[in-house]
C-alpha cells in the first residue's frame, strides 16, 4: 500500500483504535457474562431500583431502634461505638452507622471519582439517596437516610468482591425498618 493511500486510511484507521479502546474501557453492562458471579447487576445501573428480598431466616438486629435484617452467614463484628453495625464475610462488608456525622461517610462516597450512577429514591421504605461504585476490583453500594426529626443520619456501605456478594448485601437495606414503621 503506498503512503498516499495509507494516509487516506488513517483516519479510519484512528476511529476504529478509539473505539476499540472506549469498549475496552467502558463499566460492564447489565447482565455481564450469564452466570457469571460478576455479571453487573441491574441496580448498579440504577441504584434506587427497588428490590424485594425473601429474608425467612434472616436474623434481626437492632440500632436504635432501626431494624435489619441480614443473611445468618455474614457474621456481625462487635465495636466500640453503639452507634455503629458492621456485618462482614471474607471481604464482603455492610457498615451502618446512625450518627450526626454519618452523612460525611456517604458523600466520601457520593462525591468520588469511584462513583457510578447517583439517585434519589426509596430504600427500605423511606427516601435515600443512593449511590453505586467501584473501589478498585471492589462492586460499592452506599446510602444515607434523613432523620429530620433527631437531626441524624443513617448511612450504609457495602463493599464487596463480587457483585453477587454485594447484591445479596444490598437486599438486606430492603429489609430495613425504622420506627413507626410496620414489619
Do not use: K
Not at 114 to 131: I, S
Amino acid at each position: 500500500m503506498s503512503i498516499r493511500r495509507w494516509n487516506a486510511h488513517l483516519p479510519f484507521v484512528a476511529a476504529s483504535v478509539l473505539a476499540a479502546a472506549c469498549a475496552a474501557a467502558a463499566p460492564p453492562r447489565a447482565g455481564g457474562e450469564a452466570g457469571s458471579a460478576n455479571a453487573m447487576p441491574e441496580w448498579f445501573h440504577a441504584p434506587c431500583l427497588a428490590d424485594s428480598v425473601d429474608d425467612f431466616g434472616w436474623p434481626r438486629y437492632e440500632l436504635h431502634g432501626i431494624s435489619i435484617r441480614v443473611p445468618a452467614d455474614f457474621r456481625r463484628e462487635t465495636l466500640p461505638s453503639p452507634d455503629e453495625l458492621h456485618f462482614r464475610r471474607g471481604t464482603s462488608s455492610l457498615r451502618l452507622l446512625l450518627r450526626l456525622d454519618a452523612s460525611r461517610i456517604f458523600a466520601s462516597y457520593a462525591e468520588s471519582a469511584m462513583r457510578y450512577r447517583y439517585c434519589e429514591g426509596e430504600v427500605g421504605g423511606r427516601l435515600a439517596e443512593a449511590v453505586s461504585f467501584r473501589a478498585g476490583l471492589d462492586y460499592g453500594f452506599a446510602a444515607r437516610w434523613a432523620d429530620a426529626a433527631r437531626g441524624e443520619w443513617l448511612s450504609a456501605v457495602i463493599v464487596a468482591r463480587t457483585a453477587a456478594e454485594a447484591t445479596v448485601l444490598r437486599e438486606a437495606l430492603f429489609t430495613l425498618r425504622f420506627p413507626g414503621q410496620g414489619g
